[in-house]
C-alpha cells in the first residue's frame, strides 16, 4: 500500500510564500512521478505541478506558472512545493499525487488526475 505523508499547509496573506511537503511513506522503489493537485470548495479538482520521478522534468499548470515550484529531495521520494505570491484564488486543498514509473519514463506527473496514489490533502487559505 503507498501512502503518501503531507505536511506544510496553513493560512496566509496574499503575497506571502508557503512551501508543501510530501513523502511516500515505507516504500522502497523511488520511481515515482509525484504532484499536486487542488481543489477549491464548490470546483474541480485542478491540475497545480507534476515532476518526473528523477526530478529532471516539470510540468506547471497555467495558474501557477512563474509562481510556484515543484522540486523533489535527492531520495526522490519527497516532494516540495514552492508556493511564491499567493493570491486569494490559491485558497484550496492541495493534495500530493504520485504514480509508479518505468525507469525509462521521463515525464513528469500526468495532469489527467486519474492517479492511482493520493494524500489525505492539506488546506491552504490565503486571505486579502
Known amino acids: 500500500q503507498v501512502q503518501l505523508v503531507e505536511s506544510g499547509g496553513g493560512l496566509v496573506q496574499a503575497g506571502d510564500s508557503l512551501r508543501l511537503s510530501c513523502t511516500i511513506a515505507?516504500?522502497?522503489?523511488?520511481?515515482?512521478?509525484m504532484g499536486w493537485f487542488r481543489q477549491a470548495p464548490g470546483k474541480g479538482r485542478e491540475f497545480v505541478a507534476g515532476?518526473?520521478?528523477?526530478?529532471?522534468?516539470?510540468d506547471y499548470g497555467d495558474s501557477v506558472t512563474g509562481r510556484f515550484i515543484i522540486s523533489k529531495d535527492n531520495s526522490k521520494t519527497t516532494v516540495y512545493l514552492q508556493m511564491n505570491s499567493l493570491k486569494p484564488e490559491d485558497t484550496a486543498i492541495y493534495y500530493c499525487?504520485?504514480?509508479?514509473?518505468?525507469?525509462?519514463?521521463?515525464?513528469?506527473?500526468?495532469?489527467?488526475?486519474?492517479?492511482?496514489?493520493w494524500g489525505q490533502g492539506t488546506q491552504v487559505t490565503v486571505s486579502s
Open positions: 515532476i518526473s520521478w528523477s526530478g529532471g522534468s516539470t
Open positions: 515505507k516504500q522502497r522503489h523511488s520511481m515515482y512521478a
Open positions: 499525487a504520485a504514480d509508479l514509473k518505468d525507469p525509462m519514463d521521463t515525464r513528469p506527473l500526468n495532469r489527467d488526475s486519474r492517479v492511482p496514489y
